[in-house]
């Protein structure tokens, strides 16, 4: 009974020193400030689900859109004929290096070329190397390495021997003293053997017999040589 009374003495102390010094209106102030702002929190928190939860939505919808994009493109009717503006050249499949289209620099078309034929792409070395030579025939890049590799990657691809036969003829005709020179008769026979000048061919044969026996050059031809005479002989 005596802790009851006490208590309630000192509330009533508490309330009216608040009271007094004006701190009690204070006090409730804060507290409505700190109740507004947690409320302004909670609203901002539901609005920020909702938005959320709209993203996702549209996320879904652009998905799905996408989707129907790409399916409409695939059911396109095969026979329909797309219209290309006339100023703009086409790309060609066969084509790799599209030339009329890119506008490759000298230095570029020789880069790639090189590059394709360090790893055994001869027809994309052939066709990188030919643009090369076709475009820039004077460029300060061309040299009898350059040819000799540009005949190498023509050959070896198989499918340009006019093109080794040409790189390879200018080789020898620009630069007679080329340390590249018997390397060059050698595949230049070759090409000329597959492009059905048998005759061309077997004078390099016997050329290189008499003069070259001891030769890297004679070495390879050797391997072939008892092949081909013998088509040639047919």
């Not at 030919?130 to 005949?151: C, Q, S």
């Not at 050698?186 to 290189?208: N, P």
Request: charged share 30%.
């Amino acid at each position: 009974m005596k802790e009851l009374t006490l208590f309630s003495v000192l509330a009533f102390i508490f309330t009216y020193t608040v009271g007094q010094y004006g701190l009690w209106d204070e006090f409730k102030q804060t507290a409505e400030t700190v109740h507004h702002y947690e409320y302004r929190s909670l609203e901002l928190s539901k609005q920020l689900r909702f938005a959320k939860r709209e993203i996702e939505q549209l996320k879904a919808s652009v998905t799905r859109l996408k989707s129907e994009k790409e399916h409409l493109e695939l059911n396109l009717d095969d026979n329909k004929k797309s219209r290309t503006i006339a100023s703009v050249p086409t790309m060609s499949v066969n084509d790799l290096v599209n030339f009329g289209l890119y506008k490759w620099s000298a230095e570029k078309l020789l880069g790639v070329g090189e590059q394709a034929l360090h790893f055994k792409k001869y027809n994309k070395s052939a066709q990188y190397y030919n643009a090369l030579l076709e475009h820039y025939p004077t460029h300060k890049t061309i040299n009898d390495k350059v040819l000799f590799e540009a005949g190498i990657a023509a050959y070896e691809s198989k499918k340009h021997y006019d093109w080794s036969e040409k790189h390879f003829s200018a080789l020898l005709k620009h630069h007679p003293k080329s340390k590249f020179k018997r390397g060059a008769q050698l595949w230049l026979a070759l090409s000329q053997f597959y492009q059905g000048d048998k005759d061309k061919f077997m004078h390099t044969v016997h050329e290189f017999r008499k003069k070259y026996r001891n030769t890297k050059e004679w070495k390879v031809l050797s391997r072939y040589y008892e092949d081909l005479n013998q088509n040639y002989k047919k």
